[in-house]
């Protein structure tokens, strides 16, 4: 998998305090990538676009009932 055209962002649940976070790369037609801050040269996970949005809105829904 080609990553150099990828447009790396902090996750907007992340936290800013050094913590637990992740980086979303969802300019890549047909893919959205996921990676670890704090290890990017670790590993990358590749979701589809519907599935990655699916994954999105459950977590928020579940955050809003906490």
Not at 30 to 55: C, E, Q
């Amino acid at each position: 998998m080609e990553l150099t055209e990828a447009r790396w962002r902090t996750a907007a649940r992340s936290s800013n305090n050094g913590g637990n976070c992740v980086e979303v790369a969802d300019n890549l037609p047909g893919r959205v990538l996921v990676r670890d801050s704090k290890d990017r040269d670790g590993g990358t996970l590749s979701f589809a676009p519907a599935a990655w949005r699916a994954f999105v809105d459950l977590a928020r829904r579940r955050d809003r009932r906490a």
